[in-house]
């Protein structure tokens, strides 16, 4: 099982950014990839963005241009850098890591972090 402890979230403005970290721990030698997942207030958790260990990545069409995923040298640590931020950004982000088990993969979550944007 994989240990993610996310931190930067808050309050901002429409315009202004934050960045987001996740820290993972315990096996992380079988994460194959990690993201961010969103959810807004009545809404279901759907992905924003991912990374993969080979370094693809992949982006909701509503964070294209504005937002920014990136990991870490020793690939434990992913960030998520917000500019441009909007009202709609608001809501739980979620970090997300991918691990190799048996002849599948697991998924495990960090506890979330709220993000608020005020207009």
């Known amino acids: 099982q994989v240990q993610l402890v996310e931190s930067g979230g808050g309050l901002v403005q429409a315009g202004g950014s934050l960045r987001l970290a996740c820290a993972a721990s315990r096996n992380t030698f079988r994460i194959v990839s990690m993201g961010w997942y969103r959810r807004s207030p009545g809404k279901q958790r759907d992905v924003v963005a991912t990374?993969?260990?080979?370094?693809?990545?992949t982006y909701a069409d509503s964070v294209k241009g504005r937002f920014t995923i990136s990991r870490s040298n020793a690939g434990s640590t992913v960030y998520l850098q917000m500019n441009h931020m909007k009202p709609e950004d608001t809501g739980v982000y979620y970090c997300n890591a991918r691990a190799v088990e048996g002849t599948g993969v697991r998924d495990d979550w960090g506890q979330g972090t709220q993000v608020t944007v005020s207009s």
């Open positions: 990374i993969t260990t080979s370094g693809y990545t």
